[in-house]
């Protein structure tokens, strides 16, 4: 069933908060589309309208079971207390997350439908049976020559309801948090920590997937996740978490390591990236903004 319209967060709160800062506690925000930043509150941030429009009571549930003990795992990090085998296992599932819960996966799943669609339709052109079929299982009438069929590709391109209306999509995210998930579980969390006078940003599509020999940075750019060479994405303002291939991996990023993380959260961004008020990453990001938009 369908849910009542509202504002939903594909960034956990519970991340957002730790970027928060002031009284009010509030973060910069920077949109890479103007370049003008503003302060928010966590609430006011990294939201889309209806982004699952249906199915929304369960889709919640599943993503407070990945969020209740995320807080928890932060407060650790943050006291410099190890992390036991369990909260990796909460890491991993914060990842398949907002990897799954993300603008970048909703613009992926649209565009291969898209390219899907189209190849039937080229395909199907030139299938004039094909094309009677269609138009009478949609019309209810009898097919009648070229009109008939320039009518059935017609109503081809509309595409599917249950595409348009968002269903299928809100059907498939508990699957695709699930194959996340398989694709993350099998490899090792290593925590990143920023260099003292560094932090980093979050992006609204934190998730990055890269690969050396190709471009892109998330699903949304053609970088799958089962295709990624590296898998990140920030936390608090002084701790990321990667991938690896090895246990129990730390890792100092120094100043430079930092600035081409906050880059990575950019180039991935669809329209907005967040940092602490005061930040050192509010210069790496503006400055980044400022080149691409002079290209």
């Known amino acids: 069933m369908a849910g009542e319209t509202r504002d939903q967060h594909t960034v956990s709160r519970a991340l957002l908060r730790r970027f928060a800062s002031g009284t009010p506690r509030e973060l910069s925000v920077l949109d890479l589309s103007t370049g003008k930043t503003r302060r928010r509150g966590a609430r006011g941030v990294f939201y889309e309208r209806d982004f699952a429009r249906h199915h929304v009571s369960q889709l919640e549930l599943l993503w407070k079971s990945v969020e209740d003990p995320l807080g928890g795992v932060l407060d650790k990090l943050v006291s410099e207390q190890d992390l036991a085998p369990e909260d990796h296992d909460v890491l991993k599932r914060c990842l398949a997350l907002h990897w799954a819960r993300s603008g970048g996966i909703a613009e992926a799943h649209a565009r291969v439908y898209n390219e899907v669609l189209e190849d039937h339709i080229r395909t199907w052109a030139m299938r004039p049976d094909v094309l009677d079929r269609i138009f009478l299982e949609k019309t209810g009438l009898v097919p009648a020559g070229l009109q008939a069929r320039l009518l059935a590709l017609e109503l081809l391109a509309e595409g599917a309801p249950e595409i348009n209306d968002g269903r299928y999509f809100a059907a498939r995210l508990p699957q695709i948090f699930q194959a996340g998930l398989g694709k993350i579980s099998p490899h090792h969390i290593q925590i990143v920590t920023a260099s003292p006078g560094t932090e980093f940003c979050i992006g ?92």
């Open 204 to 295: 609204d599509t934190p998730v990055v997937t890269s690969r050396q020999d190709r471009a892109g940075w998330g699903p949304h750019q053609r970088i799958a996740l089962g295709d990624a060479q590296m898998i990140s994405m920030p936390l608090t303002p002084r701790f990321a978490v990667a991938l690896h291939s090895q246990p129990n991996m730390h890792l100092d990023a120094d100043a430079e390591l930092v600035d081409n993380f906050n880059r990575c959260q950019c180039a991935a961004a669809r329209r907005y990236v967040a940092f602490r008020p005061g930040s050192s990453a509010q210069q790496s990001v503006s400055q980044w903004r400022d080149a691409i938009a002079a290209a």
